[in-house]
Structures are given as C-alpha cells and as structure tokens.
C-alpha cells in the first residue's frame, strides 16, 4: 500500500487553492477580517504537513482578537460552508466544504440582494415586536443596543426578539441588563432561538429549585451569588435530589443560623460515601452501643435505692 506526500520545506513556497465561488459569492459580502481566518484556515485545511493551531494562535497570527477568530467560524459555520465540531474533551475541529459540491447536491449560491432584503425584513418586524413589548417607542441608544447583538454577537432578529421577551417576563425593563443577558448568552454559545429555550427552561427549573432550598432552611430572599454556586455544585455536580438536600438542612435544626459552608461538608461527605436516598442516611447512622456499666445500671440503681431505704428505717428507730 503506498502512500503520497509532497513534502515542502519552505511554507512560503506552497499554494493554497481558493474556489471562484468563494471569491465570487461569499467573500464580497463577508467582514473583512472573517475573510483572512477563512483563508488561514483553508490553508491548513490543505496542507497536512502543519500542525494544529489554536483560535489564539490565529488571532496572534492575524493581528485579531481570539473572540474575533470564533465570530469568525460562527459566520462562516452559518453561510454553510465551515463546519465546527468541539467534542466533550477534545479539540475544536474545522471542517471546511468544497463549495463546487455543495452547489451540486442543491446549495444554491447567495444572493446579496434576496439576502438583504430578507435580513432588513426581519430586522424591522422585530423592532416592531420589542416597541410592543415596551409600549413606546425605542431610544437611540437601546437602537444601538440591540443592533449589537445583531452585529457583535450574530444574534437573529428572532433570538433578538425572544431575549426582550424572556426579561420583561421577569420584570426587567433595563437594557443595561438585557445586554448582560445577552453576553452571558454569547458565552454559553446560544446561537438558535430553540438553543435559547432550552436555556430559559433549564434556567427556570433551576431556580424554582434554589428557592425551594432557600425556603427550606428559612430564607425568603433571592440566593446571593456564592449561596447559587454551593446549590449548584450539590444539583449539577453531585446530582442530589432535592430530597437528600432537604435531609441535609434537617441536620442544622439545632444551629440558631442556618450555614450553607456547614451544609456543603454535610452532603459533600454524603456524596463521597454515594449516597442517593435519605434512607440511607438513616441507615448510617451508628448503633449505640451499651458498656458493661450500662447494663447492669438497672441494679445498681435498685441496690441504691435499697440500701436508701434501710438507711431511712434504721435512723426511725
């Protein structure tokens, strides 16, 4: 079985081939610097004498931002021509599709006009649907804010949209916190309007159950940051029911305040031992065990009494 490699020494002197198409349909419209991570990219795609890079290395490489280098991918994965693959601890891979193929099974190439205009379509339902939400019209500056999203963070008129909805329901009319909203979505790699429910479900579950919690051991207030970290940790981490919790909180019964540091070593202790069910937690509970004095306490106390007794009589007579 043979195997070919041309082997170059030099990667100056070696070629990287980019399709027409590319040039032609995609890179015309794409930022300018998505292009350059595009064409770097291609390079190692093509040559299997370099070595794997890093988003970081390519950013260094390109004079960018490593936060630049993902926009990067995230565009290129939506026109449909890149695909990004990160397995649970593995490397991020980049596959990159032969345009000409794609463009046979049915692809059909991108009409900047069709695309504009589609874009500024949703785009202007969607203010529509948020100065409904808001009962007035927008400012200048929550415009630009929700443009950013559009622009910075490569949200949908449709995940836009959705995130405005998500905050007013919970009473937060304040762009400042939408925005955070918003970078904590972008962090978590919330690209799609179904990704974004699937958060906002998890999300909901998972503070009906810290405020369970927090009504369990007595607190009818909002959990601060390091009381959600401990309760994650228990739910996430250890997956506890909340029932094992609960037994938890039943051991500070005698405390005059309940202390969540004391709680953690209790179900940390719980969890390294494997346990699942409060039954089992009753179960291990050490037998009392009685000393030789114990058992015959009976007698001797008879004997007390006794001897008590004959004392009484004898100082009668």
Request: with cysteine; hydrophobic share 35%.
């Amino acid at each position: 079985m043979n195997h070919f490699e041309m082997i170059r020494n030099n990667d100056d002197l070696s070629v990287t081939l980019i399709e027409n198409i590319f040039i032609n349909h995609y890179m015309p419209k794409a930022p300018g610097d998505f292009v350059k991570v595009y064409l770097l990219g291609l390079k190692y795609c093509q040559s299997n004498s370099l070595s794997a890079i890093s988003d970081k290395v390519i950013a260094k490489s390109l004079n960018l931002l490593e936060s630049d280098v993902i926009k990067a991918w995230r565009y290129w994965e939506s026109e449909g021509i890149v695909q990004v693959e990160s397995p649970a601890g593995e490397n991020t891979r980049i596959n990159y599709f032969n345009i000409a193929s794609l463009m046979l099974e049915g692809k059909k190439l991108p009409s900047k006009k069709t695309e504009e205009d589609k874009s500024k379509n949703l785009t202007r339902e969607m203010f529509k649907a948020v100065e409904y939400m808001f009962a007035r019209p927008l400012s200048s500056k929550e415009l630009q804010t929700i443009n950013s999203w559009l622009e910075d963070l490569f949200f949908t008129p449709e995940l836009a949209t959705l995130l405005v909805e998500y905050c007013i329901g919970k009473q937060k009319k304040d762009f400042n916190y939408m925005n955070k909203v918003a970078l904590s979505w972008y962090d978590k790699s919330i690209r799609t309007y179904d990704e974004a429910l699937a958060h906002i479900d998890s999300t909901n579950t998972k503070w009906a159950n810290y405020y369970k919690i927090m009504h369990f051991l007595g607190f009818n207030r909002q959990p601060s940051k390091a009381e959600t970290e401990y309760m994650d940790k228990w739910l996430d981490d250890y997956k506890m029911p909340l029932e094992m919790i609960f037994e938890g909180c039943r051991k500070m019964t005698g405390l005059n305040k309940p202390n969540f540091r004391y709680l953690d070593t209790v179900l940390k202790s719980w969890h390294e031992k494997g346990y699942t069910s409060p039954d089992q937690v009753v179960d291990d509970r050490p037998a009392t065990k009685q000393s030789p004095d114990q058992k015959d306490s009976k007698y001797d106390y008879d004997l007390i009494q006794k001897k008590l007794r004959e004392k009484m009589w004898s100082d009668k007579k």
